[in-house]
């Protein structure tokens, strides 16, 4: 790995576990001052990069993470694009996911790392994963190439041993420290004695474009997860919700869902009026194949769009943004036919 002294790094702390300390008369865990972060992990000088910090007031649990706040973090970005070589977001691991996809659409023809990282347990813990991802994401955004240029430019987790495009990681144990996995796009670097940049799997940008930030969002999606035994009622009460304009529907296996006319027809019904109806796989691995089954082939029959291989996380969050954009009905439905940066592997079977 090629890195050079005296990068320049903005750490953007949000808050999460990774900033927590124990109340020492309740025992409960509380976010603490970010200076008293780095001074919990004296290794970081020894880096010998010159660093910098932006922190939430109050820092939050990740729980309470919304778009306002991803819109901040956008911003901040936006504001220090020019001064900074690189940018570590210091982040609850419950929404991480969600954030690393909203932030990778925000951020259009991004050429400087945006790593995201946290942990598991307080990084003042004596038995703490914080302390090495911390490090190590200070490392992957300082990395150059041979050319001098950033070895990652786009939207990345960093989390335990590996390095994973933001909008293709999800969260999957609550309780290990490898918490995090890519399970349709490879690692985009390997942790262990050395960092191991996988070249081919990194994304790039068009190159000569300016940075252009886009953080408008629209909340009006849901998730509607199918389930065997799920009724009629409720589908109805769902596809009915006020304001609605987008849906994540979580199907079975390779995208299939029930064939009746008690389910198709209200589907076919919402898509008529104008609700986007996203079909993603309920499966960590893998993706939706509309023609592999008759049940697959129903959904694409009643307007239902593919999501292919994308994550739910970035699903949710890619029709936000879409909308968000302000985009009608049918141009929502040709954006999600595409991927914008590396979000998803549109198949055209």
Same mark, same amino acid.
């Given at each position: 790995?090629?890195? @050079?002294?005296?990068?320049?790094? %903005?750490?953007?702390?949000?808050?999460?576990?990774?900033?927590?300390?124990?109340?020492?008369?309740?025992?409960?865990?509380?976010?603490?001052?970010?200076?008293?972060?780095?001074?919990?992990?004296?290794?970081?000088?020894?880096?010998?990069?010159?660093?910098?910090?932006?922190?939430?007031?109050? $820092?939050?649990?990740?729980?309470? &993470?919304? =778009?306002?706040?991803?819109?901040?973090?956008?911003?901040?970005?936006?504001?220090?694009?020019?001064?900074?070589?690189?940018?570590?977001? %210091?982040? +609850?691991?419950?929404?991480?996911?969600?954030?690393?996809?909203?932030?990778?659409?925000?951020?259009?023809?991004? /050429?400087? =790392?945006?790593?995201?990282?946290?942990?598991?347990?307080?990084?003042?813990?004596?038995?703490?994963?914080?302390?090495?991802?911390?490090?190590?994401?200070?490392? !992957?955004? #300082?990395?150059?190439? #041979?050319?001098?240029?950033?070895?990652? @430019?786009?939207?990345?987790?960093?989390?335990?041993?590996?390095?994973?495009?933001?909008?293709?990681?999800?969260?999957?144990?609550?309780?290990?420290?490898?918490?995090?996995?890519?399970?349709?796009?490879?690692?985009?670097?390997?942790?262990?004695?050395?960092?191991?940049?996988?070249?081919?799997? *990194?994304?790039? #940008? @068009?190159?000569?474009?300016?940075?252009?930030?886009?953080?408008?969002?629209?909340?009006?999606? &849901?998730?509607?997860?199918?389930?065997?035994?799920?009724?009629?009622?409720? %589908?109805?009460?769902?596809?009915?919700?006020?304001?609605?304009?987008?849906?994540?529907?979580?199907?079975?296996?390779?995208?299939?869902?029930?064939?009746? $006319?008690?389910?198709?027809? =209200?589907? /076919?019904?919402?898509?008529?009026?104008?609700?986007?109806?996203?079909?993603?796989?309920?499966?960590?691995?893998? +993706?939706?194949?509309?023609?592999?089954?008759?049940?697959?082939?129903?959904?694409?029959?009643?307007?239902?769009?593919?999501?292919?291989?994308?994550? /739910?996380?970035?699903?949710?969050?890619?029709? &936000?943004?879409?909308?968000?954009?302000? *985009?009608?009905?049918? #141009? !929502?439905?040709?954006?999600?036919?595409?991927?914008?940066? +590396?979000?998803?592997?549109?198949?055209?079977?």
């Amino acid at each position: 790995m090629t890195t @050079q002294k005296h990068h320049r790094l %903005l750490v953007i702390y949000t808050g999460g576990t990774i900033g927590m300390i124990e109340n020492p008369a309740t025992h409960a865990l509380q976010p603490f001052d970010f200076s008293h972060l780095i001074d919990n992990v004296p290794k970081v000088r020894k880096l010998g990069y010159d660093i910098d910090n932006i922190q939430f007031d109050p $820092p939050i649990d990740s729980a309470n &993470m919304n =778009p306002q706040h991803w819109s901040d973090i956008a911003l901040a970005i936006e504001r220090h694009y020019a001064d900074y070589d690189g940018f570590v977001v %210091l982040h +609850g691991t419950d929404t991480m996911a969600f954030t690393a996809s909203a932030l990778s659409f925000m951020l259009k023809n991004l /050429r400087k =790392p945006v790593i995201i990282t946290g942990s598991q347990l307080p990084i003042g813990e004596v038995r703490t994963d914080g302390e090495e991802n911390l490090i190590t994401a200070l490392q !992957v955004a #300082a990395a150059r190439n #041979a050319e001098g240029a950033p070895r990652v @430019q786009e939207v990345a987790i960093l989390f335990n041993d590996s390095l994973l495009r933001g909008n293709r990681s999800t969260k999957m144990s609550a309780n290990n420290f490898d918490a995090f996995k890519s399970y349709n796009y490879p690692e985009l670097a390997r942790i262990g004695l050395d960092i191991s940049f996988r070249e081919e799997y *990194l994304y790039r #940008a @068009q190159p000569g474009q300016p940075l252009i930030v886009r953080r408008q969002m629209d909340t009006s999606v &849901m998730y509607l997860e199918l389930y065997p035994g799920i009724t009629c009622s409720t %589908l109805d009460h769902q596809l009915h919700t006020p304001g609605i304009r987008g849906i994540v529907l979580k199907t079975f296996g390779a995208g299939n869902a029930p064939t009746e $006319p008690w389910f198709i027809n =209200p589907i /076919r019904e919402a898509v008529e009026r104008g609700i986007v109806v996203l079909n993603v796989t309920q499966c960590a691995a893998g +993706g939706v194949n509309s023609t592999l089954y008759e049940t697959g082939n129903a959904l694409t029959a009643a307007g239902v769009v593919s999501g292919y291989d994308i994550t /739910r996380e970035a699903a949710i969050t890619k029709l &936000m943004f879409l909308f968000g954009q302000g *985009l009608d009905v049918q #141009a !929502v439905k040709e954006q999600l036919q595409v991927s914008l940066c +590396g979000e998803v592997t549109v198949s055209r079977r």
